[in-house]
Protein backbone atom coordinates (compact mmCIF):
# COMPACT_ATOMS: atom_id res chain seq x y z
CA UNK A 1 0.00 0.00 0.00
CA UNK A 2 1.26 3.45 -0.47
CA UNK A 3 0.74 6.35 2.12
CA UNK A 4 1.78 10.80 2.12
CA UNK A 5 2.97 11.98 4.99
CA UNK A 6 2.59 15.96 5.57
CA UNK A 7 3.97 16.58 9.14
CA UNK A 8 2.84 19.81 9.30
CA UNK A 9 -0.65 20.88 8.92
CA UNK A 10 0.56 24.61 8.38
CA UNK A 11 3.49 26.45 7.48
CA UNK A 12 4.17 30.03 8.06
CA UNK A 13 6.06 32.30 6.37
CA UNK A 14 7.13 36.00 5.66
CA UNK A 15 6.66 36.89 2.41
CA UNK A 16 10.20 36.74 0.56
CA UNK A 17 11.61 34.53 2.44
CA UNK A 18 12.22 30.94 1.60
CA UNK A 19 9.49 28.35 2.15
CA UNK A 20 9.64 24.33 2.37
CA UNK A 21 6.23 22.01 2.53
CA UNK A 22 7.72 18.64 3.71
CA UNK A 23 6.22 15.02 2.19
CA UNK A 24 7.39 11.96 2.78
CA UNK A 25 5.76 8.92 1.27
CA UNK A 26 5.97 4.86 1.53
CA UNK A 27 5.34 3.17 -1.73
CA UNK A 28 6.71 -0.61 -3.23
CA UNK A 29 8.22 -0.17 -6.63
CA UNK A 30 9.31 3.42 -8.13
CA UNK A 31 7.07 6.35 -6.97
CA UNK A 32 5.49 9.27 -9.16
CA UNK A 33 5.32 11.64 -7.38
CA UNK A 34 3.38 14.91 -7.41
CA UNK A 35 2.59 18.55 -5.71
CA UNK A 36 -1.02 20.40 -6.65
CA UNK A 37 -2.34 23.32 -4.68
CA UNK A 38 -5.83 24.44 -4.03
CA UNK A 39 -7.05 27.83 -3.65
CA UNK A 40 -10.20 28.41 -1.75
CA UNK A 41 -13.38 27.01 -3.86
CA UNK A 42 -10.83 25.88 -6.28
CA UNK A 43 -10.10 21.74 -7.81
CA UNK A 44 -6.37 20.60 -7.14
CA UNK A 45 -4.07 22.37 -9.53
CA UNK A 46 -1.02 20.70 -10.55
CA UNK A 47 2.31 22.25 -9.72
CA UNK A 48 5.13 19.60 -10.67
CA UNK A 49 5.88 16.38 -10.68
CA UNK A 50 8.83 14.08 -10.38
CA UNK A 51 8.59 10.71 -12.91
CA UNK A 52 12.27 9.75 -13.23
CA UNK A 53 15.62 11.35 -14.18
CA UNK A 54 16.89 15.01 -12.37
CA UNK A 55 16.07 14.64 -8.57
CA UNK A 56 15.34 18.57 -8.89
CA UNK A 57 12.04 18.97 -10.32
CA UNK A 58 10.94 22.59 -11.35
CA UNK A 59 7.35 23.46 -11.59
CA UNK A 60 4.52 26.06 -12.10
CA UNK A 61 4.97 29.40 -10.17
CA UNK A 62 8.57 29.28 -9.59
CA UNK A 63 7.83 26.15 -6.93
CA UNK A 64 10.97 23.47 -7.29
CA UNK A 65 10.79 20.05 -5.52
CA UNK A 66 13.34 17.36 -4.53
CA UNK A 67 13.39 13.68 -4.62
CA UNK A 68 15.07 11.95 -1.95
CA UNK A 69 15.23 7.98 -2.41
CA UNK A 70 16.97 7.77 0.89
CA UNK A 71 15.20 9.92 2.52
CA UNK A 72 11.83 8.89 1.01
CA UNK A 73 10.95 12.59 0.62
CA UNK A 74 9.92 14.87 -1.82
CA UNK A 75 9.60 18.78 -0.18
CA UNK A 76 8.22 21.50 -2.21
CA UNK A 77 10.43 24.69 -1.56
CA UNK A 78 9.85 28.06 -3.07
CA UNK A 79 13.18 30.57 -3.24
CA UNK A 80 11.14 33.61 -2.41
CA UNK A 81 7.30 33.10 -1.14
CA UNK A 82 4.60 35.42 -2.13
CA UNK A 83 1.23 36.84 -0.42
CA UNK A 84 -0.56 34.65 -3.22
CA UNK A 85 1.11 31.46 -2.57
CA UNK A 86 -0.84 30.80 0.67
CA UNK A 87 -2.75 28.04 -0.32
CA UNK A 88 -3.35 24.27 0.70
CA UNK A 89 -0.92 22.36 -0.80
CA UNK A 90 -1.18 18.47 -1.42
CA UNK A 91 1.55 16.07 -2.08
CA UNK A 92 0.96 12.85 -4.11
CA UNK A 93 2.02 9.67 -4.96
CA UNK A 94 1.23 6.77 -7.16
CA UNK A 95 2.37 3.78 -8.78
CA UNK A 96 1.33 2.26 -12.09
CA UNK A 97 -1.54 -0.09 -10.80
CA UNK A 98 -3.23 -3.14 -12.67
CA UNK A 99 -5.72 -1.21 -14.98
CA UNK A 100 -3.00 1.54 -16.49
CA UNK A 101 -4.29 4.40 -14.65
CA UNK A 102 -1.72 5.91 -12.12
CA UNK A 103 -4.18 6.53 -8.68
CA UNK A 104 -2.51 8.82 -6.39
CA UNK A 105 -2.34 8.49 -2.74
CA UNK A 106 -3.17 12.37 -1.47
CA UNK A 107 -1.68 13.17 1.69
CA UNK A 108 -4.15 15.64 3.77
CA UNK A 109 -2.67 18.54 2.79
CA UNK A 110 -0.55 21.92 4.38
CA UNK A 111 -1.65 24.81 4.53
CA UNK A 112 0.80 27.63 3.56
CA UNK A 113 0.29 31.31 5.17
CA UNK A 114 2.29 33.49 3.73
CA UNK A 115 2.92 36.96 5.63
CA UNK A 116 3.46 40.44 3.76
CA UNK B 1 -6.22 26.95 -21.07
CA UNK B 2 -8.18 24.27 -20.68
CA UNK B 3 -9.97 23.37 -17.90
CA UNK B 4 -12.32 20.40 -16.21
CA UNK B 5 -15.46 21.92 -15.63
CA UNK B 6 -18.12 20.71 -13.03
CA UNK B 7 -21.87 21.46 -12.35
CA UNK B 8 -23.54 21.77 -10.69
CA UNK B 9 -20.99 23.67 -7.95
CA UNK B 10 -23.39 23.09 -4.91
CA UNK B 11 -25.91 20.40 -4.63
CA UNK B 12 -27.92 20.13 -1.74
CA UNK B 13 -30.39 16.79 -1.60
CA UNK B 14 -32.49 14.90 1.11
CA UNK B 15 -31.09 11.52 2.42
CA UNK B 16 -32.04 8.70 -0.39
CA UNK B 17 -32.36 10.57 -3.31
CA UNK B 18 -30.36 9.90 -6.35
CA UNK B 19 -27.98 12.28 -7.51
CA UNK B 20 -26.00 13.27 -10.78
CA UNK B 21 -22.77 15.02 -10.50
CA UNK B 22 -21.24 15.95 -14.00
CA UNK B 23 -18.35 16.91 -15.61
CA UNK B 24 -16.74 18.26 -18.49
CA UNK B 25 -12.99 17.10 -19.25
CA UNK B 26 -10.63 18.25 -21.02
CA UNK B 27 -11.17 17.65 -24.21
CA UNK B 28 -8.26 15.38 -25.76
CA UNK B 29 -8.37 13.61 -22.37
CA UNK B 30 -8.75 10.15 -22.37
CA UNK B 31 -8.69 8.91 -18.77
CA UNK B 32 -11.05 10.46 -16.34
CA UNK B 33 -11.28 10.26 -12.42
CA UNK B 34 -13.68 10.56 -9.54
CA UNK B 35 -12.39 11.75 -6.50
CA UNK B 36 -14.31 12.90 -2.84
CA UNK B 37 -12.86 15.00 -0.34
CA UNK B 38 -14.86 14.93 3.19
CA UNK B 39 -14.50 18.35 4.51
CA UNK B 40 -10.90 18.38 6.80
CA UNK B 41 -10.13 14.87 5.28
CA UNK B 42 -7.68 13.94 2.86
CA UNK B 43 -8.47 13.41 -1.30
CA UNK B 44 -9.60 9.80 -2.03
CA UNK B 45 -10.40 8.15 -4.97
CA UNK B 46 -13.34 6.93 -6.08
CA UNK B 47 -12.81 5.44 -9.63
CA UNK B 48 -10.94 5.66 -12.84
CA UNK B 49 -12.33 5.43 -16.67
CA UNK B 50 -10.72 4.52 -19.95
CA UNK B 51 -12.01 3.38 -23.22
CA UNK B 52 -15.77 3.77 -21.36
CA UNK B 53 -15.09 0.57 -18.67
CA UNK B 54 -14.05 1.26 -15.13
CA UNK B 55 -10.27 0.83 -15.22
CA UNK B 56 -9.56 1.07 -11.33
CA UNK B 57 -12.20 1.51 -8.45
CA UNK B 58 -11.41 2.28 -4.36
CA UNK B 59 -13.98 0.39 -1.39
CA UNK B 60 -15.57 3.69 -1.12
CA UNK B 61 -17.26 3.21 -4.87
CA UNK B 62 -19.54 0.68 -4.08
CA UNK B 63 -23.08 -0.45 -5.72
CA UNK B 64 -24.06 2.69 -5.01
CA UNK B 65 -22.13 4.70 -7.00
CA UNK B 66 -22.14 4.40 -10.85
CA UNK B 67 -20.11 6.08 -13.83
CA UNK B 68 -20.95 7.42 -17.23
CA UNK B 69 -20.25 8.98 -20.51
CA UNK B 70 -23.36 9.43 -21.80
CA UNK B 71 -21.89 11.61 -24.83
CA UNK B 72 -18.07 12.40 -26.02
CA UNK B 73 -17.79 15.43 -23.79
CA UNK B 74 -19.93 14.76 -20.17
CA UNK B 75 -18.48 12.27 -17.61
CA UNK B 76 -21.05 11.60 -14.43
CA UNK B 77 -21.28 10.17 -11.34
CA UNK B 78 -24.19 9.16 -9.89
CA UNK B 79 -25.31 8.33 -6.46
CA UNK B 80 -28.32 6.36 -6.26
CA UNK B 81 -29.82 6.39 -2.48
CA UNK B 82 -27.82 9.02 -0.92
CA UNK B 83 -26.65 8.52 2.83
CA UNK B 84 -25.82 11.77 5.43
CA UNK B 85 -22.03 10.25 5.05
CA UNK B 86 -21.41 10.99 1.21
CA UNK B 87 -21.61 14.45 1.93
CA UNK B 88 -18.27 15.86 0.72
CA UNK B 89 -16.49 17.92 -2.04
CA UNK B 90 -16.20 15.73 -5.15
CA UNK B 91 -13.46 16.32 -7.94
CA UNK B 92 -13.58 15.12 -11.04
CA UNK B 93 -10.18 14.90 -12.96
CA UNK B 94 -9.00 13.70 -16.00
CA UNK B 95 -5.70 13.11 -18.12
CA UNK B 96 -4.39 12.52 -21.71
CA UNK B 97 -1.96 10.14 -20.09
CA UNK B 98 -1.78 8.37 -17.31
CA UNK B 99 0.10 10.34 -14.95
CA UNK B 100 -0.69 13.92 -14.54
CA UNK B 101 -4.38 14.29 -13.80
CA UNK B 102 -6.06 17.91 -13.97
CA UNK B 103 -8.62 19.03 -11.63
CA UNK B 104 -12.74 20.19 -11.85
CA UNK B 105 -13.32 23.01 -9.35
CA UNK B 106 -15.63 20.27 -7.60
CA UNK B 107 -19.24 19.93 -6.67
CA UNK B 108 -19.76 20.31 -2.78
CA UNK B 109 -22.57 17.88 -2.01
CA UNK B 110 -24.83 18.58 1.14
CA UNK B 111 -27.25 15.43 2.04
CA UNK B 112 -29.71 16.75 4.58
Known amino acids: AQSVAQPEDQVNVAEGNPLTVKCTYS??????LFWYVQYPNRGLQFLLK??????LVKGSYGFEAEFNKSQTSFHLKKPSALVSDSALYFC??????????????FGRGTSLIVHP | EPEVTQTPSHQVTQMGQEVILRCVPI?????FYWYRQILGQKVEFLVS????????KSEIFDDQFSVERPDGSNFTLKIRSTKLEDSAMYFC??????????FGPGTRLTVL
Open chain 2, 49 to 56: FYNNEISE
Open chain 1, 92 to 105: AVSTHASGGSYIPT
Open chain 1, 50 to 55: YITGDN
Open chain 2, 27 to 31: SNHLY
Open chain 2, 93 to 102: ASSEQTDTQY
Open chain 1, 27 to 32: VSGNPY
